[in-house]
């Protein structure tokens, strides 16, 4: 059984910054594809962010986050993160990972592809405000 346990998020200013983990549970994630998604309020989750399997050697942004999140991942710990700066209130919402998939590469349409997943967890709270 697939799960992740999300942490990390909390209430900023904008320009603040965070540091978001996820833990997969039940599975060994080091050669899948692991994905960043975020819901804001009264919107559709979508994929942010993703990192390919094994060393993590390719790696996708969603435009709004490029050059401010980056994403990372730490295998002896079955683990990802995703260092958010510069934050701004439109970030604020839900952010949730997932495996993504193996094999697939890393890009919008890989994350898109999976967001039927069932194997969502409950995800971190992200609020940025002045």
């Known amino acids: 059984q697939l799960e992740f346990a999300e942490s990390g998020g909390g209430s900023v200013q904008p320009g603040g910054s965070l540091r978001l983990s996820c833990t997969a549970k039940g599975f060994t994630s080091e050669w899948y594809t692991m994905g960043w998604y975020h819901q804001a309020p009264g919107k559709e989750r979508e994929g942010i962010s993703c990192i390919s399997g094994k060393e993590g050697s390719s790696t996708y942004y969603e435009d709004s986050v490029k050059g401010r999140f980056t994403i990372s991942r730490d295998n002896a710990n079955n683990a990802i993160y995703l260092q958010m700066n510069d934050l701004r209130p439109e970030d604020s919402g839900v952010y949730y990972c997932?495996?993504?998939?193996?094999?697939?590469?890393?890009?919008?349409?890989?994350?898109?592809?999976?967001?039927?997943?069932?194997?969502w967890g409950e995800g971190t709270r992200v609020t940025v405000s002045a």
């Open positions: 997932l495996a993504v998939g193996l094999a697939v590469g890393c890009d919008k349409y890989v994350l898109y592809g999976a967001t039927g997943s069932k194997h």
